[in-house]
């Protein structure tokens, strides 16, 4: 098993850190342990009770600020209660194994936190594109990063090729264009993608070389950087298309307007 030697920061390991993956450490980082052990927050994380972003902190427990009880062998955990509703609340798990450190459980689980921040994009992704963002996260909390860029990669290739569908007036035949490279594509369609995602067209190729060439560490390494490159993306479309829909009410309503003031 693959030992990273940096240890990430508190809110890090309890939010982005997938169970089981393990890190080394030296006796010298046992301040770094010790914040963990103890940590008593603010997180600011989804609350699945409350529907909604919170504030968490710590329940009570046990504290020692010690070298030798920050460097113990065994399970501990970090308990926190949403500042809202103190029925509400986040359990984590660690092992510490010798010179070793892994997150073993979660309650509520990675997947389920984000499944709530992702709720909002149902309006633009259609249900099976929607399922498959939900798979990406759930096999990214599970440690699986090769599975989630296929899942990943399907969503920016349908975002690609709606916009293209979607063109009253082809500027090229469907044959041509199914056989250009997405980089092609992408300038073909720039005026009619979210700016986000021709500016940061990389993504794709980062996707590809995730799926073909990366190791599952390296593919759950950036997997958080690439998911937030998707939900900007949808972040952009889902704005213009609550534009649209706000300017077509205005019309409507400026239109009845007209109306009665010219039959008056």
Same mark, same amino acid.
């Given at each position: 098993? %693959?030992?990273?030697?940096?240890?990430?920061?508190?809110?890090?390991?309890?939010?982005?850190?997938?169970?089981?993956?393990?890190?080394?450490?030296?006796?010298?980082?046992?301040?770094?342990?010790?914040?963990?052990?103890?940590?008593?927050?603010?997180?600011?994380?989804?609350?699945?009770?409350?529907?909604?972003?919170?504030?968490?902190?710590?329940?009570?427990?046990?504290?020692?600020?010690?070298?030798?009880?920050?460097?113990?062998?065994?399970?501990?955990?970090?308990?926190?209660?949403?500042?809202?509703?103190?029925?509400?609340?986040?359990?984590?798990?660690?092992?510490?194994?010798?010179?070793?450190?892994?997150?073993?459980?979660?309650?509520?689980?990675?997947?389920?936190?984000?499944?709530?921040?992702?709720?909002?994009?149902?309006?633009?992704?259609?249900?099976?594109?929607?399922?498959?963002?939900?798979?990406?996260?759930?096999?990214?909390?599970?440690?699986?990063?090769?599975?989630?860029?296929?899942?990943?990669?399907?969503?920016?290739?349908?975002?690609?090729?709606?916009?293209?569908?979607?063109?009253?007036?082809?500027?090229?035949?469907?044959?041509?264009?199914?056989?250009?490279?997405?980089?092609?594509?992408?300038?073909?369609?720039?005026?009619?993608?979210?700016?986000?995602?021709?500016?940061?067209?990389?993504?794709?190729?980062?996707?590809?070389?995730?799926?073909?060439?990366?190791?599952?560490?390296?593919?759950?390494?950036?997997?958080?950087?690439?998911?937030?490159?998707?939900?900007?993306?949808?972040?952009?479309?889902?704005?213009?298309?609550?534009?649209?829909?706000?300017?077509?009410?205005?019309?409507?309503?400026?239109?009845?307007? %007209?109306?009665?003031?010219?039959?008056?």
């Amino acid at each position: 098993m %693959n030992k990273q030697r940096k240890l990430p920061t508190v809110s890090d390991f309890l939010l982005n850190v997938p169970l089981y993956k393990v890190y080394a450490f030296n006796k010298e980082d046992y301040r770094e342990l010790s914040e963990l052990r103890n940590y008593e927050g603010p997180l600011d994380c989804q609350c699945l009770g409350c529907s909604s972003k919170s504030v968490f902190k710590e329940r009570k427990g046990y504290k020692s600020y010690e070298e030798h009880y920050a460097l113990q062998s065994g399970v501990f955990k970090v308990n926190l209660t949403c500042s809202r509703d103190s029925t509400h609340y986040l359990d984590f798990y660690f092992l510490v194994n010798g010179l070793s450190i892994q997150k073993i459980g979660q309650y509520p689980s990675l997947a389920d936190l984000e499944q709530v921040e992702i709720e909002k994009y149902r309006g633009i992704l259609d249900k099976h594109l929607y399922t498959e963002f939900s798979k990406a996260i759930g096999l990214s909390s599970h440690g699986i990063g090769i599975g989630s860029f296929v899942y990943l990669r399907r969503i920016f290739e349908n975002l690609v090729y709606s916009a293209f569908n979607s063109l009253e007036a082809e500027s090229v035949t469907r044959e041509d264009f199914e056989r250009m490279r997405m980089d092609e594509k992408i300038k073909l369609l720039k005026d009619h993608l979210p700016s986000f995602l021709v500016q940061n067209r990389s993504i794709y190729s980062i996707l590809s070389k995730g799926i073909h060439s990366l190791t599952e560490q390296e593919t759950l390494e950036v997997f958080p950087a690439i998911k937030l490159g998707i939900e900007l993306i949808l972040d952009e479309k889902l704005e213009q298309d609550e534009k649209q829909k706000k300017i077509e009410e205005a019309e409507h309503q400026i239109s009845i307007i %007209n109306q009665k003031i010219k039959n008056a």
